[in-house]
């Protein structure tokens, strides 16, 4: 008997505000796991939780948990991209140096 492991919108309210293009009334997210025949429950949660983490679910859920000020997003991905540019310059430095 297989058993399917997946969200739906319809199982819990929490995911309401993802901006997922493929978030409908009643449908899954591209997020499930199907048992296997013989597999033991835990690996099939294991996988999902697994195909979860990549498809950034949380993540994303968690972000809409609270509003935050163009202005903060901006001076956010300013950081971001401030640290992001050190981290590939010290990486040029390094090849430099071999």
């Known amino acids: ?15 309401t505000n993802l901006k997922t293009k493929s978030f409908k009334e009643g449908s899954t997210l591209a997020v499930g796991v199907q ?5 033991d429950i835990d690996r099939a949660l294991k996988r999902f939780r697994r195909e979860v983490n990549r498809s ?3 993540q994303e ?3 809409n948990m609270a509003y935050i000020k163009p202005s903060e997003e901006k ?7 401030r640290r992001r540019r050190h981290r590939e310059e ?4 390094n090849r430099k140096r071999r």
Do not use: C, G, I, S
């Open 35 to 39: 048992v296997r025949n013989n597999e």
């Open 61 to 63: 859920y968690r972000q």
């Open 90 to 93: 010290k990486k040029e430095r």
């Open 1 to 15: 008997m297989p058993l399917n492991l997946a969200f739906r919108k319809t199982d819990t309210h929490l995911f």
């Open 56 to 58: 950034r679910v949380l």
């Open 75 to 81: 001076r956010l991905e300013k950081k971001k991209a």
